[in-house]
């Protein structure tokens, strides 16, 4: 439980500070309307957040390695 706690901690965390940043960049830069990403703060935190998921992930290392 703890391996599969460890492989997903760096990802979630990751998401979880995309978000913030998607937070505090619509709250300084997010237009209102006419744009399709920044014009809602949940939009804007859920992609970031899907971001920084995917930017987290690159950097787990608890892949199976081949032994020949």
């Given at each position: 439980?703890?391996?599969?706690?460890?492989?997903?901690?760096?990802?979630?965390?990751?998401?979880?500070?995309?978000?913030?940043?998607?937070?505090?960049?619509?709250t300084?830069?997010g237009?209102?309307?006419?744009?399709?990403?920044?014009?809602?703060?949940?939009?804007?935190?859920?992609?970031?957040a899907?971001?920084?998921?995917?930017?987290?992930?690159?950097?787990?290392?608890?892949?199976?390695k081949?032994?020949?």
């Amino acid at each position: 439980m703890a391996k599969y706690i460890k492989r997903f901690l760096i990802p979630a965390l990751s998401a979880i500070a995309g978000a913030a940043v998607g937070l505090v960049y619509y709250t300084l830069w997010g237009c209102e309307s006419g744009c399709a990403i920044t014009s809602s703060p949940l939009l804007t935190s859920l992609w970031l957040a899907a971001i920084g998921w995917l930017l987290g992930s690159a950097y787990t290392t608890d892949r199976k390695k081949d032994d020949k």
